[in-house]
């Protein structure tokens, strides 16, 4: 089945880079109608959608995050990475990858477990 794994440093320094990967198992990232997305949730807030790679390289991202966010893939190891620059405290989350459908009105129909990461000195 599809299966995707969070793994990176959990804590992070601010100002500091932050490297977090998606192993994806189960499924191909380059399998056609899915995006493959990064998906953090601070305390207290809700989900807030990062960016997302589709099965042909295309990358989006949250223009809110765009200057300061990489998503990446490795095909060769089907991974999907994420780089978040000039971190702050407020990067403090939960960081999800999730596939997601592309169709009108497709959902994320799988999540990884999600990965804590705090930014702290």
């Known amino acids: 089945q599809v299966q995707l794994q969070e793994s990176g440093p959990g804590l992070v320094k601010p100002a500091q880079t932050l490297t977090l990967t998606c192993t994806v198992s189960?499924?191909?990232?380059?399998?056609?109608?899915?995006?493959w997305t990064w998906i953090r949730q601070a305390p207290g807030k809700g989900l807030e959608w990062m960016g997302a790679?589709?099965?042909?390289?295309?990358?989006s991202y949250d223009p809110s995050l765009k200057s300061r966010t990489a998503i990446s893939r490795d095909t060769s190891n089907n991974q999907i990475s994420l780089e978040l620059t000039s971190t702050t405290p407020e990067d403090t989350a939960v960081y999800y990858c999730?596939?997601?459908?592309?169709?009108?009105?497709?959902?994320?129909?799988?999540w990884g477990q999600g990965t804590q990461v705090t930014v702290s000195s």
């Open positions: 999730a596939r997601r459908a592309t169709a009108v009105g497709g959902g994320f129909d799988h």
């Open positions: 189960g499924v191909s990232i380059t399998t056609d109608y899915y995006y």
């Open positions: 790679v589709d099965a042909e390289g295309g990358i």
